[in-house]
T-cell receptor, first 113, second 114 residues
């Protein structure tokens, strides 16, 4: 079935360190992999996404890598700052009909200053 | 601010009752999605509408229904409410139905069933 697994569930890093969150997905037909950041009391907000024809994408301190063969994708945040503290969700598209997203369980990232 | 609005922000009701959650998509977006977020189930896709028509269905209970109106706003109706329906309900919108169309999420409606 449609499934996205996300690890770790919580991650604590020191300010300035890097953070890595990993996801695996079940459907080899998935072609779109967004990452969302959710702050307390708010809705998820897209921070970066990657399509299956690309192996890596970077936007300032954030990068995402995709290994389609292994059905893995990862989020990398460098030089973490306290404002990066939030819940991060990975997702994968499932296109049977409609472009629904299936989300991972989320990672609580705490950046300690 | 994503441009997606949801009302009400909070809703407290009793078991057995019926409630309606409302969503206005971003200007120009034709597709609306509903998600349920709970501590034990995470963020679960419920249903998608595109330009007034149901497009995809996820883990939506039979007690729940939705529709998208000609002005593109959407409503999610939850009936015969149970304690387990307490959750955050998010609406998202996107311009179309292409796989890579970004989904913009609203601020959510927090439903508490007592």
């Amino acid at each position: 079935g449609e499934n996205v697994e996300q690890h770790p569930s919580t991650l604590s890093v020191q300010e300035g360190d890097s953070a890595v969150i990993k996801c695996t997905y079940s459907d080899s037909a998935s072609n779109y992999f967004p990452w969302y950041k959710q702050e307390l009391g708010k809705g998820p907000q897209l921070i970066i996404d990657i399509r299956s024809n690309v192996g890596e994408k970077k936007d300032q301190r954030i990068a995402v890598t995709l290994n389609k063969t292994a059905k893995h994708f990862s989020l990398h945040i460098t030089e973490t700052q306290p404002e990066d503290s939030a819940v991060y969700f990975c997702a994968a598209s499932f296109m049977e009909y409609g472009n629904k997203l299936v989300f991972g369980a989320g990672t609580i990232l705490r950046v300690k200053s | 601010d994503s441009g997606v609005t949801q009302t009400p922000k909070h809703l407290i009701t009793a078991t057995g009752q019926r409630v309606t959650l409302r969503c206005s998509p971003r200007s120009g977006d034709l597709s609306v999605y509903w998600y349920q977020q709970s501590l034990d189930q995470g963020l679960q896709f419920l249903i998608q509408y595109y330009n007034g028509e149901e497009r995809a269905k996820g883990n939506i209970l039979e007690r729940f229904s939705a529709q998208q109106f000609p002005d593109l706003h959407s409503e999610l109706n939850l009936s015969s409410l149970e304690l387990g329906d307490s959750a955050l309900y998010f609406c998202a919108s996107s311009v179309g139905v292409k796989e890579y169309n970004e989904q913009f999420f609203g601020p959510g409606t927090r439903l508490t069933v007592l």
